[in-house]
């Protein structure tokens, strides 16, 4: 398995608390890149500014990222740019909430 896919399956077990579904099919994961040193670079967003995980959720991303052998390091940066909203979840997504 590919590392990306690794990170993905990691970043698919956590959930918005707010909303049933998992962060990375809701769309607030906007990239991962890997070096080749194996460091891994995210952005990512919440569904509002205010979120009450506005703290804690990105620290929970970060850190089961980090629990992957082959990675380095992990930078996640938290952005607003572009806001988040609900065209940016995956079709299971929006099945899942009946969108």
Same mark, same amino acid.
């Given at each position: 398995m590919e590392l990306k896919e690794k990170i993905i399956t990691e970043i698919k077990k956590i959930y918005d608390p707010e909303i049933p579904v998992n962060i990375y099919e809701l769309g *607030? &994961?906007? =990239? +991962? =890149?890997?070096? #080749? #040193?194996?460091?891994?670079? +995210?952005?990512?967003? *919440?569904?509002? /500014?205010?979120? /009450? !995980?506005? %703290?804690?959720? /990105? =620290? #929970? !991303?970060? =850190?089961? &990222?980090? #629990?992957?052998? %082959? !990675?380095?390091? !992990?930078d996640l940066k938290l952005v607003w740019d572009p806001p988040w909203d609900k065209s940016m979840m995956s079709e299971s997504a929006k099945l899942e909430l009946n969108l």
């Open positions: *607030l &994961i906007y =990239n +991962i =890149n890997i070096d #080749e #040193e194996n460091n891994v670079k +995210i952005n990512m967003t *919440l569904t509002t /500014p205010n979120c /009450p !995980v506005a %703290e804690s959720l /990105p =620290n #929970e !991303v970060k =850190n089961s &990222i980090k #629990e992957i052998k %082959e !990675v380095k390091d !992990v």
